[in-house]
T-cell receptor, first 115, second 111 residues
């Protein structure tokens, strides 16, 4: 079974620039998550999709972050404009049904550095 | 007060030692308790999952949940250098439909 794929692995941009990340979940997984992991902290949920609908985006800074999951498969997360505090690893995860007791399978993340 | 507290370490032990990793939490509604292992520059991977209180054993790993004390533990027996990673506790359930993660404990097992 192929795992969760993310790209790019690394990205360096200057503040106020825009950046986009891509995620391809495990085949058949209805639920897709985007997390932000700041150095020394645990992952923080940004947005959760169930198929192509948003279940929870309460912690997504909507003035600068946006995400979409067209056709209920791949997803992109965008930041525009980036701030210094956005430097973090952005993790994508997927699960079969989205119930809290379902295992979440993580990709290896995109490491974002803002200069 | 954070909803989930985890000692960040770092924790360094010799090979073969018994390791104890712990988390405390404040939300009594949590029912599902998980431990994820995260190697450097990798995503977290699920290691152990426990529902409600009690113990669960899987090979060298034992997870314990004490809901009365709002305290969970992960024990690693006969620790190996390959166990060197960051260990994240995560929990959810009740009114919490999403997982809340601890900040992680960085473990190094020295050969």
């Amino acid at each position: 079974e192929a795992g969760v794929a993310q790209s790019p692995r690394y990205k360096i941009i200057e503040k106020r620039q825009s950046v986009a990340f891509w995620c391809n979940p495990i085949s058949g997984h209805a639920t897709l998550y985007w997390y932000q992991q700041i150095l020394g902290q645990g992952p923080k949920l940004l947005i959760q999709f169930q198929n192509n609908g948003v279940v929870d985006d309460s912690q997504l800074p909507k003035d600068r972050f946006s995400a979409e999951r067209l056709k209920g498969v791949d997803s992109t997360l965008k930041i525009q404009p980036a701030k210094l505090e956005d430097s973090a690893v952005y993790l994508c995860a997927s699960s079969f049904s989205g119930l809290v007791d379902q295992p979440q399978h993580f990709g290896d993340g995109t490491r974002l550095s803002i200069l | 007060q954070k909803e989930v507290e985890q000692d960040p370490g770092p924790l360094s032990v010799p090979e073969g030692a018994i390791v104890s990793l712990n988390c405390t939490y404040s939300n009594s509604a949590f029912q599902y308790f998980m431990w994820y292992r995260q190697y450097s520059r990798k995503g977290p991977e699920l290691l152990m999952y426990t529902y409600s209180s009690g113990n669960k054993e899987d090979g060298r790993f034992t997870a314990q949940v004490d809901k009365s004390s709002k305290y969970i533990s992960l024990f690693i027996r006969d620790s190996q250098p390959s166990d060197s990673a960051t260990y994240l506790c995560a929990m959810g359930g009740g009114s919490a439909r999403q997982l809340t993660f601890g900040s992680g404990t960085q473990l190094t097992v020295l050969p």
